[in-house]
T-cell receptor, first 111, second 115 residues
Framework: KNEVEQSPQNLTAQEGEFITINCSYS?????LHWLQQHPGGGIVSLFM???GKKKHGRLIATINIQEKHSSLHITASHPRDSAVYIC?????????????FGAGTILRVKS | NAGVTQTPKFRVLKTGQSMTLLCAQD?????MYWYRQDPGMGLRLIHY???????AKGEVPDGYNVSRLKKQNFLLGLESAAPSQTSVYFC??????????????FGPGTRLTVT
């Protein structure tokens, strides 16, 4: 079993829909990251959070440390949001600054 | 400020050939990482470095070697390429000490095919 599980693996949405991508993890963590990978391959960091909620534009990330679960929400989705969204966790102590990645969620937003 | 750059972007090798992937960062980051990305799997850490002159093994180090002779550069070497090393390779870098600044910055990737 992977330490970081994402769901769904694939998601197709109509433009304007509210989208939720989920991430569950099995280890104690010090931080969780959401990353975006566009079809061209480049990876950019969207959020880094260790508690609560963060918002940037139409993107919202939440985390529940007790339940070991995080969600990434996209409001008013647009075709340019089509990408792979990756969840990654940073563990405590011996894991140092190393991240453990989920397999990613492939999102396609149709116009 | 170029961020993290990787060369080459694409490469095709024959089994048994060797090559070196170069990663460079201009953000004065202490930590640098090499990952591989394969279909259906998350990014996996090959090797990493916590500073100039130091390297350490990650999750999947076999078949690869690395060097960090200069703080801004992190090299990934394949001494004898195998088809199982066909993958997309990403380099990343980050600050080390202040966890709140820990964001990893990724390079654009190198697509390697071993035939």
């Amino acid at each position: 079993k992977n330490e970081v599980e994402q769901s769904p693996q694939n998601l197709t949405a109509q433009e304007g829909e509210f989208i939720t991508i989920n991430c569950s993890y099995s280890v104690g963590i010090s931080a969780l990251h959401w990353l975006q990978q566009h079809p061209g391959g480049g990876i950019v960091s969207l959020f880094m959070l260790s508690s609560g909620k963060k918002k940037h534009g139409r993107l919202i990330a939440t985390i529940n440390i007790q339940e070991k679960h995080s969600s990434l929400h996209i409001t008013a989705s647009h075709p340019r949001d089509s990408a792979v969204y990756i969840c990654a966790v940073r563990g405590h102590l011996e894991y140092g600054n190393k991240l453990v990645f989920g397999a990613g969620t492939i999102l396609r937003v149709k116009s | 400020n170029a961020g993290v750059t990787q060369t080459p972007k694409f490469r095709v090798l024959k089994t048994g050939q060797s090559m070196t992937l170069l990663c460079a960062q201009d953000m004065n980051h202490e930590y640098m990482y090499w990952y591989r990305q394969d279909p259906g799997m998350g990014l996996r850490l090959i090797h990493y470095s916590v500073g100039e002159g130091t390297t350490a093994k990650g999750e999947v180090p076999d078949g690869y070697n690395v060097s960090r002779l200069k703080k801004q550069n992190f090299l990934l070497g394949l001494e004898s390429a195998a088809p199982s090393q066909t993958s997309v390779y990403f380099c990343a870098s980050s600050y080390s000490v202040v966890w709140s600044s820990y964001e990893q910055y990724f390079g654009p990737g190198t697509r390697l095919t071993v035939t």
